[in-house]
């Protein structure tokens, strides 16, 4: 073993080694494989642990029973099972390939191999191919760890046939690229292009998996601007951003770059850390420009109404590839509020937190600040004449951040006074009048005209 062989077999984890360790005393043979493999090689040892085995399932269980594990039959048509050690999955799959793809009929079907290097080669990119042992060191019969070095994508096999067997693998390369920083070797990308088509036929949360997979990443700019082909291919509802341009002064990208340029932003302005349901916003927030656009006599464009129809198509473009609900509730507010007019002012930031407690009840002190980022984002994006309103939202910021340390006011019941002093005050009957009293008053604070104060409030209700 190499150096680097030696340290990833100091980095393989105890509970790990465990599993390996019980099979091969068995008489089995066992591998560590995939994520954990290409993470490791590239100094990021933290991803699950996959195990290989020549065990049949049926022996694996009783064998990793035997030495303590605690066994659950999560895949066993599959040949899966994962035992938990010190309370760490490891998911342990007999060495298997993938069964009668030629007629695309049975997809699910596996068939059970004696050899480590069958089970490799049935695997999609080189850089997923590589088995680990700490004893035996790496077995990379594809290639694999020369790729990873040279952030490389490759099938493995025949590009064409492994797309065709399928097509999710054509976006698990997008994915992988840009989760790697890689480039696509020529002859994988040619195919992927080629078949990128056969995404339709892909169950839709397979595809909405990895798209959820590839915004993660925080590089999704790098798949529209790289791979487009392959995401409008998984989201058709994506193609007319290409080549849209905006004739207008505000604009100097077509809708696709600067899309691209909004999810690059989004990723900057928050360090890497922006959330899934911002990171979607971003990637769907101008989707309805080329349905919305109109022309003026002046020949200049404009996009009426584009954020609640986009608002729209996301709700069915998310909804449709099974993405989280509350991350599409999230991301859909954004999306429907990311032209809404404010000002670097606590009244006009108490009127966004409303807007997105309305849009998203519950979440709005969370949103209000991934919704700023957005439009920061979105207009560095623009053109330059934008950069001054960029400037501006940085005095934003600081207006919402006096207004949630001052305890911020968007909800009755963020008021200082409630129902019962409204009853006593007013002499209303319980009810419905009880609110709109309430909902005015809310009004009048948010508008500036009181502060949120017990005794000023109770002075308004008396008057
Ligand atoms: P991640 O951290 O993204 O989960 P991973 O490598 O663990 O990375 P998974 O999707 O969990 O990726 O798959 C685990 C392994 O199974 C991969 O490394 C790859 O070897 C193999 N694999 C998964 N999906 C496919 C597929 N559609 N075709 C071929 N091999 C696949
Ligand atoms: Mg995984």
């Not at 029973?65 to 066993?76: I, L, S």
């Not at 859909?332 to 990311?338: F, G, I, K, P």
Request: proline share 4%; with cysteine.
């Amino acid at each position: 073993m190499d150096a680097t062989e030696e340290r990833l077999a100091r980095e393989l984890p105890a509970y790990a080694r465990r599993v390996v360790d019980a099979l091969e005393a068995a008489g089995f043979e066992a591998w560590v494989v995939g994520g954990w493999v290409r993470d490791a090689l590239l100094g990021r040892p933290g991803h699950d642990v996959d195990v290989t085995t020549s065990a049949p399932w049926p022996e694996a269980e009783r064998v990793l029973r035997a030495a303590g594990a605690d066994v659950h039959e999560t895949g066993v048509a599959h040949g899966t099972l994962t035992a938990v050690v010190d309370g760490r999955p490891v998911e342990t799959t007999t060495y298997r390939v993938e069964g009668a793809y030629s007629d695309r009929r049975h997809p699910d079907e596996v068939r059970f191999v004696t050899d480590v290097r069958e089970d490799l080669a049935r695997r999609d990119f080189t850089v997923n191919a590589m088995a680990f042992h700490p004893k035996r060191g790496l077995l990379d019969p594809f290639g694999g760890r020369g790729d990873l070095g040279a952030r490389v994508i490759r099938a493995v096999g025949d590009p064409r046939r492994r797309f065709e067997e399928d097509a999710l693998r054509v976006l698990r390369a997008v994915r992988f690229a840009c989760r790697l920083d890689a480039r696509i070797e020529p002859r994988t990308r040619e195919a992927l292009v080629e078949r990128a088509g056969g995404l339709a036929d892909i169950a839709r949360e397979r595809v909405g998996q990895e798209l959820d997979g590839i915004l993660a990443t925080g590089r999704v700019a790098r798949a529209l601007r790289g791979e487009f082909a392959v995401m409008a291919a998984a989201v058709p509802e994506l193609a007319p951003m290409e080549g849209f341009e905006q004739r207008s002064p505000y604009h100097a990208h077509d809708v696709l770059e600067h899309t691209a340029r909004v999810c690059a932003g989004v990723e900057e302005f928050t360090g890497g850390a922006a959330s899934q349901a911002l990171r979607w916003a971003a990637l769907l927030h101008d989707v309805a420009k080329p349905a919305c656009w109109s022309e003026d006599v002046s020949g200049r464009g404009h996009f009426f109404g584009h954020p609640a129809a986009g608002a729209r198509v996301l709700r069915e473009v998310m909804g449709r590839l099974a993405v989280p609900g509350e991350t599409v509730r999230a991301a859909r507010a954004l999306v429907l509020l990311h032209d809404f007019e404010i000002r670097p002012t606590r009244a006009s930031m108490r009127r966004m937190l409303a807007e997105l407690e309305h849009a998203c009840p519950g979440r709005a002190r969370e949103l209000s600040f991934a919704l700023l980022d957005l439009k920061r984002s979105d207009a560095v994006a623009k053109a330059s004449a934008c950069m001054g309103y960029a400037v501006e939202l940085d005095a934003m910021t600081r207006a919402l951040r006096e207004e949630l340390a001052a305890g911020g006011v968007w909800r009755v019941r963020d008021l200082a006074v409630g129902g019962a002093d409204v009853i006593r005050e007013r002499g209303v009957e319980p009810g419905p009048g009880v609110g709109m009293v309430l909902e005015q008053l809310l009004a009048a604070v948010m508008a500036g005209e009181l502060e949120n104060d017990r005794e000023a409030e109770l002075a308004w209700l008396r008057w």
